[in-house]
T-cell receptor, first 112, second 111 residues
Framework: DAKTTQPPSMDCAEGRAANLPCNHSTISGNEYVYWYRQIHSQGPQYIIHGLKNNETNEMASLIITEDRKSSTLILPHATLRDTAVYYCIVRPYSGSARQLTFGSGTQLTVLP | NAGVTQTPKFQVLKTGQSMTLQCAQDMNHNSMYWYRQDPGMGLRLIYYSASEGTTDKGEVPNGYNVSRLNKREFSLRLESAAPSQTSVYFC??????????FGPGTRLTVL
């Protein structure tokens, strides 16, 4: 699986957009970008995934650069409940069932 | 639709005791997983079940056994608990494998 690099921490004001970057310069053509988050003491939560086109769902938007070497997760109107560690994971869509490798992620703190 | 449920939420064991952690999902997923998460560390896969009737070892299987009871349920058993097994245990399920849905976790302390 391709290695990802994320900033260790970020702050965001409540109600503003939170933009979380991820670098994955060694991504392969068949690998998708997945985002998960883990709110303190809870299980990880799937947010969104994409291959090369921008994606949006009820939780967030995912912007992937044209060369696919980086991406940005956007929480359009961050709330205090969005405070969590956010993980960017690059994985093939199919393949054997195996673990998700969560790196160190980005600790997002939403400030009132 | 409860998603993935785990019981118990908390458990304290003495060294050498045994226990079974229960996990159930109501999303009709084929694949289920058991992870452990130690303080300040990422999740490590203990065992997984790609489909009903199959189980496979993950990264850290020693000291654990699993049973895929049916499509809904996947249990994790500690036969003789050790302090090194103090951790938070998460169960997950998936249909498309990288999109895994996690339970709330079981916090286990072994004294």
């Amino acid at each position: 699986d391709a290695k990802t690099t994320q900033p260790p921490s970020m702050d965001c004001a409540e109600g503003r957009a939170a933009n979380l970057p991820c670098n994955h310069s060694t991504i392969s053509g068949n690998e998708y970008v997945y985002w998960y988050r883990q709110i303190h003491s809870q299980g990880p939560q799937y947010i969104i995934h994409g291959l090369k086109n921008n994606e949006t769902n009820e939780m967030a938007s995912l912007i992937i650069t044209e060369d696919r070497k980086s991406s940005t997760l956007i929480l359009p109107h961050a709330t205090l409940r969005d405070t969590a560690v956010y993980y960017c994971i690059v994985r093939p869509y199919s393949g054997s069932a195996r673990q998700l490798t969560f790196g160190s992620g980005t600790q997002l703190t939403v400030l009132p | 639709n409860a998603g993935v449920t785990q019981t118990p939420k908390f458990q304290v064991l003495k060294t050498g005791q045994s226990m079974t952690l229960q996990c159930a999902q109501d999303m009709n997923h084929n694949s289920m997983y058991w992870y452990r998460q130690d303080p300040g560390m990422g999740l490590r896969l203990i065992y997984y079940s790609a489909s009903e009737g199959t189980t496979d070892k993950g990264e850290v299987p020693n000291g654990y056994n699993v049973s895929r009871l049916n499509k809904r349920e996947f249990s994790l058993r500690l036969e003789s608990a050790a302090p090194s097994q103090t951790s938070v245990y998460f169960c997950a399920s998936s249909e498309t494998r990288p999109t895994q849905y996690f339970g709330p976790g079981t916090r286990l302390t072994v004294l």
